[in-house]
């Protein structure tokens, strides 16, 4: 079920189900940053099919989305996390 954020910012009901990926993103071979989509349900038929973009599995779908909300945030990952 979609939290309160993400159903407003979807417009979706809180009885309508979501998706969340969480992918790791690289840059030279290095970690880069952790990107979470949340997608409504119905327009991803099966999740783990996704093998790498997730546009290209939105568009051989047939759902291509027109226009996207997204939100950053940054921090600092010590040497531990590394």
């Given at each position: 079920m979609p939290h309160?954020?993400?159903?407003n910012a979807?417009?979706?009901?809180?009885?309508?189900?979501?998706?969340?990926?969480?992918?790791?993103?690289?840059?030279?071979?290095?970690?880069?940053?952790?990107?979470?989509?949340?997608?409504?349900?119905?327009?991803?038929?099966n999740p783990f099919a996704m093998e790498g973009s997730l546009y290209a599995l939105l568009e051989k779908q047939g759902c291509r989305p027109v226009r996207a909300?997204?939100?950053l945030r940054a921090i600092s990952i010590d040497e531990q996390y590394a």
């Open positions: 309160e954020d993400e159903r979807l417009q979706l009901s809180s009885e309508q189900e979501v998706v969340r990926f969480y992918r790791l993103r690289y840059a030279d071979g290095n970690p880069m940053a952790l990107e979470m989509a949340t997608i409504p349900s119905r327009y991803i038929v909300f997204q939100r």
